[in-house]
């Protein structure tokens, strides 16, 4: 059984950074791709960014581009995502997602072809 647990997340002032880690139990790490989403209050679940199995392709969302790093280290089992200057409106709780479907260059920024989740991590920007 594919599990993922987050870690990292917390209380943070506007402009700061942060990085959340996700680690992959029960099955091959190497052979999911990896996203992130959020979801803040009252609002609907989000892509973030997302990477390949290998690393070698990423995706991120518009709205946070050039903030972000997603980043995988296959050997630990574990994706990470290195946030910067961050804005009140980041807050939300971020979820890791695992893909095992998608081929080897798949970085996919749709919730619905991802098949296992983590349970969140809160993220709070204060301002």
């Known amino acids: 059984q594919v599990q993922l647990v987050e870690f990292g997340g917390g209380l943070v002032q506007a402009g700061g950074s942060l990085r959340l880690s996700c680690a992959l139990s029960?099955?091959?790490?190497?052979?999911?791709?990896m996203g992130w989403f959020r979801q803040g209050p009252g609002k609907e679940r989000e892509f973030v960014a997302a990477?390949?199995?290998?690393?070698?392709?990423?995706n991120y969302a518009d709205s946070m581009k050039g903030r972000l790093t997603i980043s995988r280290d296959n050997a630990k089992s574990t994706v990470y995502l290195q946030m910067h200057s961050l804005k009140p409106e980041d807050t939300a709780v971020y979820y890791c997602?695992?893909?095992?479907?998608?081929?080897?260059?798949?970085?996919?920024?749709?919730?619905?072809?991802?098949?296992?989740w983590g349970q969140g991590t809160q993220v709070t920007v204060a301002s």
């Open positions: 997602a695992a893909d095992f479907r998608l081929g080897e260059t798949g970085a996919s920024s749709s919730s619905g072809d991802y098949d296992w």
């Open positions: 990477i390949s199995r290998s690393g070698g392709n990423t």
């Open positions: 029960g099955s091959t790490f190497s052979s999911f791709a």
